[in-house]
């Protein structure tokens, strides 16, 4: 905008609205190598009774949250939702983890574009990552973005279609459900491990799935 345009304008601002958030909590080192240890130890038992074909990635099921091996980063995973819950102003309080499973990606694994329905909250806790392997990838959730797409000068905040988090071990990532994302090609030479997981509403049937009008 040139001087001759600016003067027009007693002032300018940009309204950000309707944010798309990703709440991102770095464990202390003494607590996640606590929990590492024995969910790895836990994740190595299960592998073995049902391995993957070499160079795929595997899935576990999605009951982690009920093993006792677990249940340290369980406390952790509801300490960090709650906080979340307290950022948002969200007065329910009760809710509860609808699965937790742990992802294996082997050196060029990827995981395609994906969401989580049928919850309010997800989220991925890193046991294990390294350089090569310690992103994740978070799309943009208005399909309409697609209709038109100009050429940009610079990729900016507000004008890219996808945000790279970067993450190590210990951290946690809380995000809506509905928002897509992926990750990249495993370019590192050792096996990524991260624990994902959903939340919902305890009593959601209960109080909060009737018409609001």
């Not at 609205?17 to 996640?32: D, H, N, Q, R």
């Not at 990750?183 to 050792?190: C, G, I, M, R, T």
């Not at 919902?200 to 018409?211: D, I, L, R, T, V």
Request: neutral net charge; proline residues 5%.
């Amino acid at each position: 905008m040139d001087r001759k345009t600016e003067s027009v304008f007693a002032a300018t601002d940009v309204l950000r609205m309707f944010p798309t958030f990703v709440w991102k909590a770095e464990l202390k080192s003494e607590i996640y190598r606590s929990i590492n240890k024995s969910i790895l130890r836990k994740l190595e038992e299960i592998r073995r009774s049902a391995p993957r074909p070499a160079g795929r990635s595997w899935q576990s099921a999605h009951d982690l949250h009920k093993i006792d091996e677990f249940r340290e980063l369980e406390s952790c995973v509801n300490h960090a939702v709650k906080r979340v819950l307290e950022f948002l102003k969200i007065g329910e309080e009760n809710f509860e983890i609808t699965g937790c499973w742990a992802n294996m990606n082997p050196p060029d694994a990827a995981h395609g574009t994906h969401n989580h329905p049928n919850n309010f909250l997800s989220g991925v806790y890193y046991a294990q990552t390294n350089k090569g392997s310690e992103t994740i990838n978070f799309h943009d959730p208005r399909p309409q973005t697609e209709i038109i797409k100009p050429a940009v000068t610079a990729l900016t905040a507000e004008n890219t279609d996808q945000v790279v988090a970067q993450v190590s071990n210990g951290t946690i990532l809380v995000f809506p459900s509905w928002l897509k994302h992926s990750v990249d090609s495993n370019e590192s030479y050792k096996t990524r491990i991260s624990i994902s997981f959903n939340v919902m509403f305890s009593n959601y049937a209960e109080s909060m799935s009737k018409p609001l009008w």
